[in-house]
């Protein structure tokens, strides 16, 4: 199992100040020192955080492979087939929301993301589709033409300790079931330490892209430090 590290939120306290500091760009460099597999930025349509040249910089001056998560939006689009990173997440977005609330509607927008999905794999990308964690919705990935998906891990993670188990076993359903249709099984989505237990029983996991409780730990333990202690907790897995 790999770990994409998120560090859209070491952008929020640059931008909380309007300043040049601190850099992403400068926080993947120190991932990729911890050991971290992937960076994983969300560039969104508000540029609350992760700005168009962070991305550029992101693809074009650390070493390891770009995960950039967008909204099927035509001029974000445009910014990722010039970027080309490694891998494009597709997820929904909504102005209001704090973070993603929940998986992409595949179903419900199925023909414009078909049209995505097309051209951003003739441009060599890797696309995936965030998605909660439903058997007919791995099917409608699979019919699109996307590769990856990236199960939306929040509601679990987010559950009372007395309601993990019936999520976690659709997470573990959804996963086997994706995996069986021939799709790479990605996860993230509030995982911290204290939950990556549960999230570690679900099968056939290649990423765990983890990002807001990496950064709130690095603040008492350092960014390296963070990025070690869940490459760590992550070495049990048995896929």
Known sequence: ????????????????????????????IICARAGAHGITAHLREDRRHIQDDDI?????????????????????????LSVKPAEVCIVPEKRQELTTEGGLDVLGHFEALKDTVECLSDAGIEVSMFVDADI???????????????????????AEPNERAILLEQLIKTADHAHELGLKVNAGHGINMENLGGILCIPNIDTLNIGHSIICRSVFEGLEGAVAEMLEGMQDYEG
């Open 56 to 80: 550029y910089r992101l693809k074009e001056l650390q070493p390891l492979p770009l995960n950039l998560e967008m909204a099927n939006v035509e001029s974000i689009v445009e910014i990722a």
């Open 136 to 158: 007919e919705t791995m099917v409608a990935c699979k019919d699109l033409g996307a590769p990856t998906v990236e199960l939306h891990t929040g509601s679990y993670c987010d």
């Open 1 to 28: 199992m790999k770990l994409g590290v998120n560090i859209d939120h070491v952008a929020t306290l640059r931008q909380a100040r309007g300043t040049v500091y601190p850099d992403p760009l400068d926080a993947a």
